[in-house]
């Protein structure tokens, strides 16, 4: 193995803030806004190649069609498409560990979107399992306006 | 410098631009990107079926974005096709415009769309800009982009009373054309009798650079599609040929080279070559239009006499003597320039797109009143960098 000498090697400490902001389009705000005040999942369909996506685009990539006004509401239930476990703990993420992440695909929808799942046990996770979303009692103004699924009972 | 002439003619086929502004909370950034390339486009009378390949190119952390050309397939079009992303500063846009002539130029693709864009609402510059400087040299030492390095040359040149003027009339010039201008961020419509008033009460940032001399943070994106010669010929009837470009890079911070080179700048080394290599012995007699990338009056002004590799005062003459207007002997920025609307990453394309509507004779009512056969545009980045692109009207040189 290759040893370096660093000895006397000054290193620069430093830190930077990264302070941002983000426009989420007329789109994405009718997406967040129809959640919060209705508790609706809203998709847009590209009526070209028939697609429903959830979370909506203001244009399909493939077809480069203007979905922006084609609204189709959605299914609070659908299916976990893929999943992972989360085995650590950290002061960014949203729920202790473990806890479950998953790609779910709404009833009525053609593209998953990510969201916890609760209420059974990591290791009794499968693809394919029927989940039901549970909104939150408080918004956020946020995806997290829906609080997390839970299995279909 | 080693340099080839190109392998095949490659023209400008579409041109989309947004309507530049402070804000754009109506769309998120995939969202205005894909006003542009449906602009340019339409423009072309093209789909996404027909284009090859995408170079798209932002400022570096402007946006706070990772990989910003990969989220932007919702709107860019760029899914399933070939892509670069490009990201030189300031310059970026002609950049993006130099590596598009040259991916087709070579060969490589047929039809290649130039993306540029920038949302400086959403994001913060600093974390960008800050890491221009060396952390061990320079980042205590640094101070912000802004600097009024010009105005004190030009004053101290041509003495404070000329070059304050010359720099104030540089301003309402390009308030004038950008009050023409429909895509327009500012647009004032500034009067000659507020010169004096200007010179005074506009709120100085630094020394005499003032707040009415400088560009705005803007928000828009610009599309340039690019299209080999044959091709160009099948799709319009106006292709705009872009004869030749050139960039010319020099770190001026602490860390590498300064002093150690002559003082000349980027622009005029990049003119000197660029003209050198075309035969061009009097740019300011050869080229009907010139748009510039001018962050600043003062900048604006002070460049001139670089470009057209001008002796003297003559580049205050002509600032002084209108020259630089809609119908004086060398129309510089129709479009009203940066100082009219800068986002950043697409502001630089913009220049090459807006000499290329010139070209075309359809820009609108900023277009100039005689025909147009050789434009030229520029790009400006970092701490002196330069991208310097020739249009023309013929296939005739």
């Known amino acids: ?153 | 410098m080693a340099y080839r002439k190109k392998n095949r003619n490659v023209g400008i086929v579409g041109i989309g631009e947004t309507k530049f502004s402070s804000h754009r909370e109506d769309v998120n950034q995939p969202e205005m990107i894909h006003e542009a390339v449906r602009q340019a486009l339409d423009d072309a009378g093209l789909t996404m079926n027909d284009v090859d390949c995408v170079v798209h190119g932002n400022m570096e952390l402007f946006e706070m974005v990772h990989q910003p050309d990969m989220w932007h397939t919702l709107g860019s079009g760029a899914f399933g096709r070939d892509s670069f992303r490009l990201t030189t500063g300031g310059t970026t846009g002609g950049t993006l415009a130099g590596a598009a002539d040259n991916l087709v130029a070579s060969g490589m693709y047929d039809v290649v769309m130039a993306i540029g864009f920038e949302k400086l609402q959403e994001g913060h510059t600093t974390g960008g800009i800050t890491n221009m400087a060396d952390p061990l040299w320079a980042r205590k030492l640094q101070s912000g982009a802004l600097t009024a390095q010009a105005a004190v040359k030009l004053i101290t040149e041509f003495g404070e009373e000329r070059a304050r003027r010359a720099a104030m009339t540089y301003r309402i010039i390009m308030d004038k054309h950008a009050c023409k201008n429909p895509n327009s961020h500012r647009a004032f419509g500034l009067e000659w009798d507020q010169m004096d008033d200007l010179m005074t009460t506009s709120p100085p940032l630094i020394g005499e650079l003032r707040l009415i001399h400088m560009c705005s943070q803007s928000d828009g994106a610009c599309v340039v599609i690019f299209a080999s010669e044959e091709k160009a010929k099948q799709i319009t009837d106006k292709p705009v040929w872009v004869r030749d470009h050139i960039t010319v890079h020099r770190e001026e911070t602490l860390n590498l080279c300064n002093n150690y080179y002559p003082t000349e700048t980027t622009h005029k080394f990049a003119a000197e070559q660029l003209y050198a290599r075309n035969n061009i012995t009097n740019p300011l007699e050869y080229f009907d239009v010139f748009e510039m990338y001018d962050p600043s009056a003062w900048w604006g002004l002070d460049w001139i006499r670089d470009f057209f590799l001008l002796e003297g005062d003559e580049h205050i003459k002509l600032v002084e003597n209108h020259e630089i207007m809609m119908d004086g002997k060398m129309p510089i920025n129709p479009s009203g320039g940066v100082i009219a609307a800068n986002p950043i990453g697409a502001t630089a394309l913009v220049r090459v797109a807006e000499a290329a509507k010139q070209v075309r004779g359809n820009a609108g009512p900023h277009q100039i009143p005689r025909p147009v056969n050789h434009a030229l545009a520029s790009s400006f980045g970092g701490t002196m960098w330069t991208v310097l692109m020739m249009l023309e009207k013929e296939l005739n040189w």
């Open chain 1, 1 to 153: 193995m290759a040893t370096f000498d660093t000895s006397d090697c000054y290193v620069v400490e430093g830190k930077l803030a990264l302070p941002y902001t983000y426009f989420a389009g007329r789109v994405g705000s009718t997406f967040i806004t129809t959640l919060r005040d209705q508790r609706k999942i809203m998709g847009v369909k590209c009526n070209a190649c028939g697609k429903v996506f959830v979370p909506p685009r203001q244009t399909c990539e493939r077809c480069m069609e203007d979905i922006r006004n084609n609204w189709v509401a959605l299914s609070d239930t659908g299916e976990v498409v893929n999943f992972t476990v989360v085995r650590y703990d950290d002061k960014h993420l949203p729920r202790k560990a473990p806890f479950v992440l998953a790609m779910i695909k709404l009833d009525g929808a053609d593209t998953p979107m990510a969201h916890i799942v609760e209420g059974i046990d990591p290791e009794n996770m499968t693809e394919g399992l029927k989940v039901k979303a549970v909104f939150a009692d408080q918004t956020t103004n946020t995806i997290l306006d829906i609080d997390h699924f839970e299995p279909v009972k």
